[in-house]
């Protein structure tokens, strides 16, 4: 307010200059504080030409309306005024003497434009809070008006760096839905939040890379959520599964150089690969070697085969796959209690078993038989100790559509929305460190925040 009341006296001394000039403060009949100038002039013609004086004039008004507005938004602003007033008339008008205190754009009227101006003569900040100072204009700004452009023979503008008060500006920042949801007070995929819960939302999928050549349209990728020594969760793991003789596992130290397409490392498997039923875990990749009901242990650091065993019964090779085919009979799976392998049986006449894996050994735990048909979805995962499955492998708007809970040996119909944006999915997978599924859809690897509710 001190910068805009000083400015407009400047204005009415360069619009009409006369020897003094006199402020007088009053309230109105509404409670409001109006200031009147009075500059002193023998004849009207002292003042510029007629043109000049009527664009000053509206100018003026202009002005004082802008000031009343800050007033009233500013408590302070009529005392700081009326201080302001009193100082240019202590320092006679704007014709101050040696030494009195001068505001810098009148200063720089009286100097002219390109000389410096005294530091002792320049006006101070602000010392308000942080959030009153000006900023950068941000996207979606709104910004306070432009002023008044001035006539040929009216007052330069001032700085608007001089202004002691600052409007408040509005920044918005565009935010995806998918974001709120995942911040809820339910947690965060990926969060450290480790309790279990049923799964009750999955949300848009996000690219991590894509596969260039016809090998990679259908493969596997994960990461290990219980990492052993030199490995750690941010270690990634692909393999592309077109083809008949599939031995390489291509490692990379992050995401982002899988998104790169350079690995740090490339295993040559001693046996060939079914399909993409594959998973990293505890330090060892879990596999169906290729036309055999079996399934592998390759460990990561020693890089050979420790541990094999027949699923018994167990179909392979296209007897029991998902609806999308691909060989996958034999599907591994991770989950907060540990190693899974999911598969069917001609005693189970196509439904889906279920099967809890020793991750050192691989004996069977523990089996459940189900009564949902495994040809009948297009892929499944587990989450803590509860089967689910995907509705459809290429319809872009899918559904997670059953779910088996092994704590209670029962199945229900579910309808979760789930999406296939390149309308081939051949792989889905669950990682309980990441809260997250990790998928392969038609080259593209990509991966699906969840949400679990918790009772």
């Given at each position: 307010?001190?910068g805009?009341w000083?400015?407009?006296?400047?204005?009415?001394?360069?619009?009409?200059?006369?020897d003094?000039?006199?402020?007088?403060?009053?309230?109105?009949?509404?409670?409001?504080?109006?200031?009147?100038?009075?500059?002193?002039?023998?004849?009207e013609?002292?003042?510029p030409?007629?043109?000049?004086g009527?664009?000053?004039?509206?100018?003026?008004?202009?002005?004082?309306?802008?000031?009343?507005?800050?007033?009233?938004?500013?408590?302070?602003?009529?005392?700081?005024?009326?201080?302001?007033?009193a100082?240019?008339?202590?320092?006679?008008?704007?014709?101050?003497?040696?030494?009195?205190?001068?505001?810098?754009?009148?200063?720089?009227?009286?100097?002219?434009?390109?000389?410096?101006?005294?530091?002792?003569?320049?006006?101070?900040?602000?010392?308000?809070?942080?959030?009153?100072?000006?900023?950068?204009?941000?996207?979606?700004?709104?910004?306070?008006?432009?002023?008044a452009?001035?006539?040929?023979?009216?007052?330069?503008?001032?700085?608007?760096?001089?202004?002691?008060?600052?409007?408040?500006?509005?920044?918005?920042?565009?935010?995806?839905?998918?974001?709120?949801?995942?911040?809820?007070?339910?947690?965060?995929?990926?969060?450290?939040?480790?309790?279990?819960?049923?799964?009750?939302?999955?949300?848009?999928?996000?690219?991590?890379?894509?596969?260039?050549?016809?090998?990679?349209?259908?493969?596997v990728?994960?990461?290990?959520?219980?990492?052993?020594?030199?490995?750690?969760?941010?270690?990634?793991?692909?393999?592309?599964?077109?083809?008949?003789?599939?031995?390489?596992?291509?490692?990379?130290?992050?995401?982002?150089?899988?998104?790169?397409?350079?690995?740090?490392?490339?295993?040559?498997l001693?046996?060939?690969?079914?399909?993409?039923?594959?998973?990293?875990?505890?330090?060892?990749?879990?596999?169906?070697?290729?036309?055999?009901?079996?399934?592998?242990?390759?460990?990561?650091?020693?890089?050979?085969?420790?541990?094999?065993?027949?699923?018994?019964?167990?179909g392979?090779?296209?007897?029991?796959?998902y609806?999308?085919?691909?060989?996958?009979?034999?599907?591994?799976?991770?989950?907060?209690?540990?190693?899974?392998?999911?598969?069917s049986?001609?005693?189970?006449?196509?439904?889906?078993?279920?099967?809890?894996?020793?991750?050192?050994?691989?004996?069977?735990?523990?089996?459940?038989?189900?009564?949902?048909?495994?040809?009948?979805?297009?892929?499944?995962?587990?989450?803590?100790?509860?089967?689910?499955?995907?509705?459809?492998?290429?319809?872009?708007?899918?559904?997670?559509?059953?779910?088996?809970?092994?704590?209670?040996?029962?199945?229900?119909?579910?309808?979760?929305?789930?999406?296939?944006?390149?309308?081939?999915?051949?792989?889905?997978?669950?990682?309980?460190?990441?809260?997250?599924?990790?998928?392969?859809?038609?080259?593209?690897?990509?991966?699906?925040?969840?949400?679990?509710?918790?009772?």
């Open positions: 307010m001190l805009a000083a400015l407009l006296g400047a204005a009415l001394a360069l619009g009409c200059r006369g003094t000039a006199s402020l007088r403060r009053a309230a109105d009949s509404a409670g409001r504080c109006t200031y009147s100038f009075t500059v002193p002039s023998p004849v013609a002292s003042c030409d007629a043109g000049g009527t664009e000053l004039r509206a100018e003026l008004a202009a002005l004082t309306a802008r000031l009343s507005r800050l007033e009233s938004r500013d408590g302070g602003a009529g005392q700081r005024g009326a201080e302001a007033g100082r240019l008339e202590a320092a006679g008008g704007l014709n101050p003497q040696p030494g009195a205190w001068v505001p810098v754009a009148a200063e720089r009227s009286r100097v002219g434009r390109g000389t410096a101006v005294p530091a002792a003569a320049r006006w101070p900040r602000a010392a308000g809070p942080a959030w009153s100072r000006p900023r950068g204009r941000a996207r979606g700004a709104a910004l306070a008006p432009a002023h452009a001035p006539g040929p023979a009216a007052a330069p503008r001032w700085d608007p760096q001089t202004l002691a008060y600052q409007e408040l500006q509005s920044e918005r920042t565009e935010v995806p839905a998918s974001r709120l949801l995942e911040e809820t007070a339910l947690g965060r995929p990926g969060s450290e939040d480790s309790g279990c819960g049923e799964l009750v939302w999955v949300g848009e999928p996000v690219v991590f890379g894509r596969a260039e050549s016809i090998a990679g349209k259908y493969g990728w994960m990461k290990d959520p219980e990492p052993v020594p030199p490995f750690t969760r941010e270690t990634t793991w692909r393999v592309d599964v077109v083809g008949t003789e599939v031995r390489q596992l291509l490692q990379y130290e992050a995401a982002e150089q899988l998104a790169q397409g350079y690995p740090a490392k490339v295993h040559i001693p046996q060939p690969l079914e399909s993409t039923g594959a998973v990293v875990y505890r330090g060892g990749l879990f596999f169906q070697p290729r036309r055999s009901r079996a399934v592998a242990r390759y460990d990561l650091r020693g890089e050979a085969v420790t541990a094999e065993k027949e699923i018994p019964g167990a392979f090779h296209g007897q029991y796959p609806s999308w085919g691909g060989y996958t009979d034999i599907d591994l799976a991770v989950d907060e209690t540990g190693l899974w392998v999911i598969y049986t001609e005693k189970a006449r196509g439904a889906i078993v279920l099967s809890k894996l020793d991750p050192e050994t691989l004996e069977i735990r523990r089996t459940w038989e189900t009564n949902i048909r495994k040809r009948g979805v297009a892929n499944s995962f587990v989450i803590c100790g509860t089967l689910y499955t995907v509705s459809s492998y290429s319809a872009p708007n899918a559904t997670i559509n059953f779910a088996y809970d092994t704590s209670t040996s029962s199945s229900r119909a579910l309808s979760i929305p789930f999406e296939n944006r390149f309308r081939y999915l051949s792989m889905v997978d669950y990682n309980p460190a990441e809260r997250q599924l990790f998928a392969w859809d038609s080259f593209n690897m990509v991966t699906y925040p969840i949400r679990l509710s918790h009772a």
